[in-house]
């Protein structure tokens, strides 16, 4: 008689490491899994985090606009409109500014405001919005530059960008030191006067920067001699002519006539 065999049945746990062992996982789960294990937001996470970073932005403007702090919250302000230009970031930030008497910037801010959320404004807000647009109106101008493109305007000091600019830049009322500079160019230096609600144009002509020099070059008694520059006859004398920028060697000669080379920068 064959002896009887008996085999155990194993029941496969599934707190057994292993990927066989795991449970099966939709790809979204992988997915989800492979995120989380590296660290990366999931874009619903991310966008709370945006979320809350631009709330605590505006708490911050907030604060220091009850405090009349207005460095402090414009730079809230201008972090929370970086992060979303939400007709509370914009406003605030406006309202900052126009506080701390930034009137160019106010304006721009305020424009910036009526341009993007004019349909959520209650009547009475749009309406002391546009007042102080008016007010700021009179308290500043826009200045047009005409110059080379990709030339650098600056305006009392301040880079304001490459020209030609996506919009004319405004200004308080009253005098600015203007200066266009570009490589290969003499930079140009000039002034605009700014007028209430009204644009200023300055012309900005850049001259090339030469890399030659003119040389004369003429012989005391009037003697007929040639010029030599660098070994090279350049003609009879006088002469004058365009050289490259640098040292240069210069004798004359004529019929038993000779002069030692002289240096010229």
Do not use: C
Not at 85 to 109: E, F, H, I, R, V
Not at 118 to 130: I, N, S, Y
Not at 221 to 245: L, N, R, S, T, Y
């Amino acid at each position: 008689m064959k002896p009887a065999t008996f085999e155990p049945r194993v029941k496969r746990s599934e707190n057994v490491v292993g990927w066989a062992s795991t449970p099966r996982l939709g790809w979204r789960a992988r997915v989800a899994i492979a995120a989380f294990a590296l660290g990366v937001l999931a874009p619903g996470q991310a966008l709370a985090q945006a979320t809350k970073e631009t709330m605590a932005a505006l708490a911050a403007g907030d604060k220091a606009t009850r405090a009349k702090d207005w460095p402090a919250a414009i730079t809230a302000y201008s972090a929370a409109k970086a992060a979303d230009p939400s007709l509370a970031a914009l406003d605030g930030l406006a309202n900052a500014l126009y506080s701390k008497g930034d009137a160019a910037a106010a304006y721009d801010a305020y424009e910036a405001l009526i341009r993007a959320h004019v349909t959520k404004l209650p009547k009475d807000h749009r309406a002391k919005v546009e007042a102080r647009l008016k007010e700021l109106g009179q308290k500043t101008g826009t200045l047009t530059v005409e110059a080379e493109a990709g030339a650098e305007l600056l305006v009392d000091g301040a880079s304001l960008g490459t020209l030609p600019l996506a919009r004319a830049p405004r200004l308080a009322v009253g005098e600015h030191k203007v200066e266009v500079r570009k490589s290969g160019f003499s930079p140009f230096t000039g002034t605009a006067q700014i007028a209430p609600n009204t644009g200023a144009t300055v012309v900005a002509k850049l001259v090339a920067i030469s890399e030659k020099g003119t040389l004369k070059v003429h012989e005391a008694e009037g003697k007929a001699v040639h010029v030599f520059v660098d070994g090279i006859d350049m003609g009879a004398a006088p002469w004058e002519g365009e050289v490259a920028a640098g040292p240069h060697e210069v004798s004359v000669r004529g019929e038993r006539l000779k002069s030692p080379p002289e240096k010229v920068q």
